[in-house]
């Protein structure tokens, strides 16, 4: 009888270890949401690449789980990004939820991070008031307050005091057109119009045309990653160039998926940004490399380095709480990362979760036969403005 409770406590025992084994190999899965088809078809494929690639070089398994990503297309579609967030909750009980194209799908999903207690790690997604939306956004990409400002600080010092702005309208665009035009006014810079175009299937013909009318010294432009050469195509066909007016903007113009299919035109045009495939570092030497080397030569932008560096401080954060990963103890960990990226140095701020960097001030110019946004100044350690105005 002994020798059978012995049998018994040894057997529980064993199972005991098997099922501690079995939680420590419990996948860790990351939910992947962007858009793989449609109008931002460029920003998913770019993220994905990217967050492949830190998979690559770092190994599937972090603090003995093993790393598991989930990848859902939301075509841009803030209902279908809330959808696939509940799936990817409740079915498919994802630690992480990633990704988010544009600004109306990050918001989408707030509710159910927060009622879940589920991080949400927004890679692209720029507009200020994001990380507001719930206690467990932390962004990895940028805001456009903190872009646009550089460039309405470099304008009125290089001659140009008239400036139209035209920006897509939704968040992002918004926070452009208002950063832009009340750093420029302050600097005593003048904006003769404030013009708008929509998000789905917009046609700037109009809008260029009334910029012409107008003849500022330059045209402000911000539109979402993958909309760059439609603009810059049409600023040309319009001769607006020609005509003495300069196209400056944030870099999601010269987006380097598309510069190269851009030509010529696009040369001398000065953007505010905190990414370039050209940015002199050796971390980015590498990152460039190794990005091209996995995805057929395709040239990395500001998309990708957000997603890589998203990422990273998923990674990190399972490091820290020792692989054990919930959702209030990986926002915790998330708060106040510091590292060297692609993009150089950055820091997750612990008080609003969003991304401090340096923003540069770059030149479309040719280099071995290729464009590129050749950074030329650099603003340092920038924080939203969106939010310390607040």
Known sequence: MHQRTVIQAAIAAALLVAGGAAL???????????????????????????????????????????????????????????????????????????????????????????????????????TSSITEASPYIVRTSFTLPQVSVAMADWAPKNGIKSVVTLVTDYGPGLDAEKFFKDRFLFNGGKVPDSLRVPLRNPDFAPF????????????????????????????LERGMDKAGIRLIATGDV??????????????????SHHYSADHQSAANK?????????????????????GYDGMRVIYEALKKTGGKGGGEALV?????????????????????????????????????????????DVIKDVKDPGKTKK
Request: proline share 5%.
């Open 24 to 126: 420590a190999q419990e996948r860790f899965r990351i939910g992947l949401i962007l858009p793989m088809t449609g109008q931002q078809a460029t920003t998913g494929r770019q993220i994905e690449a990217a967050a492949r690639l830190w998979m690559a070089q770092n190994g599937d398994t972090v603090a003995g789980r093993k790393i598991e990503l989930i990848v859902k297309d939301d075509t841009s579609l803030p209902d279908m990004t809330r959808r696939l967030a509940q799936e990817l909750v409740v079915n498919e009980k994802v630690n992480v939820l990633a990704g988010f194209g544009i600004t109306p799908s990050a918001l989408a999903v707030a509710p159910i991070a927060t009622q879940s207690k589920t991080p949400e790690v927004v890679m692209a997604a720029a």
């Open 208 to 235: 260029l045309q009334k910029v012409r009318d107008i003849k500022p010294d330059a045209l402000f432009v911000f539109v979402p990653s993958g909309a760059g050469a439609a603009v810059m195509k049409q600023f």
């Open 254 to 271: 010269t987006d380097d998926d598309q510069l190269n299919d851009m030509g010529d035109g696009a040369l001398g045009v000065v953007t």
């Open 286 to 306: 590498k990152f460039v490399e190794a990005f091209q080397k996995a995805n057929k030569g395709l040239r990395p932008n500001f998309m990708a380095v957000g």
């Open 332 to 376: 915790a960990a998330m708060k106040g990362q510091v590292f060297e990226s692609p993009r150089g140095p950055v820091f997750i701020d612990a008080q609003t979760r969003d991304v401090v960097q340096n923003v540069y001030l770059r030149k479309v110019e040719k280099k071995n036969g290729q464009l590129f946004n050749v950074e030329f």
